[in-house]
C-alpha cells in the first residue's frame, strides 16, 4: 500500500507570491491534515478536511486555506507569503479521523521564501 | 486547549543505556495519547498508543509508554537503547471528543545514542 505522497518535495519562493501544495493519501483514507513544521515551534496544526470539508482548524491566518478533492486529496495554497512561512509542511492521513486512528505523515514540503 | 510539553529537547545517551522522555498534557477531558517518531530522512511514524485498558502500553522497536491520569504524563521508556534510536520523539495528544485529525504535539525530544 502507497504512503502518503506529498508533492513537490521542495519549493523555492519570494515574499508576496503564492503556492500550492499537493497531498494524496492513502488509499481509503478520508481525513487529511496539514501540519507546520518549524525548529522553533515544533508542530503546529493547520487544517482538517474530511470527505471535501474543512473540519478542523489551526490558529493560522487567513492567508492559509486548502481544500480537498472527491478523491480524498488535499491542497493547501498560502497566499501573500512571508518571510516566516519558511517551514516544513507535513500532511497526514487517516481512515475516518477518529481519535483513535493515528496518522499517517508524508515526507512533506519544504518550502523555503527568500 | 489542549497543549503537550516535552521535558528535553535533546537527549545523548550511550548504546544500552535506558531512556525515559517525559511527556506532559494539559487538557480537562479524556484524551487519546501517541508518540511518534521521525528517524534522519525519514516521515514521522507511529511508535505508540494509547486510548484505553492498561495504561502501560507497548510499541515497536520495544518502546513502552505509561499513562499515569493523575499526573497528565505519558512517558516513553526503553530498557535499553541501540544506536539505530537516534531520532526525533514526539508526544501528541487529541482529545476524545474531537478527532485524529487535529492533534497537538508536542516540539518534540532529539535523541542522539552514541555507539
Known amino acids: 500500500k502507497a504512503g502518503v505522497t506529498q508533492t513537490p518535495r521542495y519549493l523555492i519562493k519570494t515574499r508576496g507570491q503564492q503556492v500550492t501544495l499537493s497531498c494524496s493519501p492513502i488509499s481509503g483514507h478520508r481525513s487529511v491534515s496539514w501540519y507546520q513544521q518549524t525548529p522553533g515551534q515544533g508542530l503546529q496544526f493547520l487544517f482538517e478536511?474530511?470527505?471535501?470539508?474543512?473540519?478542523n482548524k489551526g490558529n493560522f491566518p487567513g492567508r492559509f486555506s486548502g481544500r480537498q478533492f472527491s478523491n480524498s486529496r488535499s491542497e493547501m495554497n498560502v497566499s501573500t507569503l512571508e518571510l516566516g512561512d519558511s517551514a516544513l509542511y507535513l500532511c497526514a492521513s487517516s481512515l475516518q479521523g477518529a481519535g483513535n486512528q493515528p496518522q499517517h505523515f508524508g515526507d512533506g514540503t519544504r518550502l523555503s521564501i527568500l | 486547549a489542549q497543549s503537550v510539553s516535552q521535558h528535553n529537547h535533546h537527549v545523548i545517551l550511550s548504546e544500552a543505556a535506558s531512556l525515559e522522555l517525559g511527556c506532559n498534557y494539559s487538557?480537562?477531558?479524556?484524551?487519546?495519547l501517541f508518540w511518534y517518531v521521525q528517524y534522519p530522512g525519514q516521515h514521522l511514524q507511529l511508535l505508540l498508543k494509547?486510548?484505553?485498558?492498561?495504561?502501560l502500553v507497548k510499541g515497536i522497536k520495544g518502546f513502552e509508554a505509561e499513562f499515569i491520569k493523575s499526573k497528565f504524563s505519558f512517558n516513553l521508556r526503553k530498557p535499553s537503547v541501540q544506536w539505530s534510536d537516534t531520532a526525533e520523539y514526539f508526544c501528541a495528544v487529541n482529545a476524545k471528543v474531537t478527532n485524529a485529525g487535529k492533534s497537538t504535539f508536542g516540539d518534540g525530544t532529539t535523541l542522539t545514542v552514541k555507539p
Open positions: 487538557y480537562g477531558g479524556t484524551v487519546n
Open positions: 494509547y486510548f484505553s485498558g492498561d495504561p
Open positions: 478536511y474530511f470527505s471535501e470539508t474543512q473540519r
